[in-house]
């Protein structure tokens, strides 16, 4: 009887969200978000936008303190 009150819960709830998706509820406020195409685009950037930029790292490592020269 538990297993039949699950299933049944979650078939209502899948057809819930089914029909939110579809827009059923959109008259009432309820739908989902629809995005227009405007939002969507973006430009496009321009090659002359875009910088390289040279970023040297040092190789030299900092000295690692030993754990017998730590406790000293």
Known sequence: MMLRSLV????VINLLV?????GIFSR???GPVSASPEAQ????LAAE??????V?????AAPAAT????MQ
């Open 8 to 11: 049944v819960l979650l078939l």
């Open 18 to 22: 089914l029909s939110w998706t579809a």
């Open 28 to 30: 009432w406020g309820w």
């Open 41 to 44: 685009a973006q430009t496009p």
């Open 49 to 54: 936008a875009l910088q390289l930029n040279n």
């Open 56 to 60: 040297q790292s040092s190789t030299r």
């Open 67 to 70: 754990p017998s020269s730590s």
